[in-house]
């Protein structure tokens, strides 16, 4: 069974960053996936950012939303099976709680979170304006 522990939400003003981590644990992860989404007020959950590995590829994959594209940045560390999620220029709008997402499927499924396996318990992220 595969558990998710996020940290390093908080309260930041416009422009502020911060840096979301999810650390894994249960399983082997190889040939993997994980990554972040968000879900605001009133709103529907929402595709943030991925990063998948393969024992097969000489780097790993990173994907970005639209609205997040140029200001997050996805990576991972691989002998602590952490992925981290550095947020820049943080906007009003970016407001919400991230959840941290892991299945081997994640790209496959296009995002879609409703097949999704593993989540974190969720971490708020507050950005004032």
């Known amino acids: 069974q595969v558990a998710l522990v996020e940290s390093g939400g908080g309260l930041v003003q416009a422009g502020g960053s911060l840096r979301l981590s999810c650390a894994a644990s249960g399983h082997t992860f190889v040939n993997y996936a994980m990554g972040w989404f968000r879900q605001g007020p009133g709103k529907e959950r929402e595709f943030v950012s991925a990063i998948a590995w393969s024992a097969s590829w000489s780097d790993d994959r990173t994907y970005y939303a639209d609205s997040v594209k140029g200001r997050f940045t996805i990576s991972r560390d691989n002998a602590k099976n952490t992925i981290f999620l550095q947020m820049d220029s943080l906007k009003p709008e970016d407001t919400a709680v991230y959840y941290c997402?892991?299945?081997?499927?994640?790209?496959?499924?296009?995002?879609?979170?409703?097949?999704?396996?593993?989540w974190g318990q969720g971490t708020q992220v507050t950005v004032s304006s």
């Open positions: 997402a892991a299945d081997p499927n994640l790209v496959l499924y296009g995002f879609d979170y409703g097949q999704i396996d593993y």
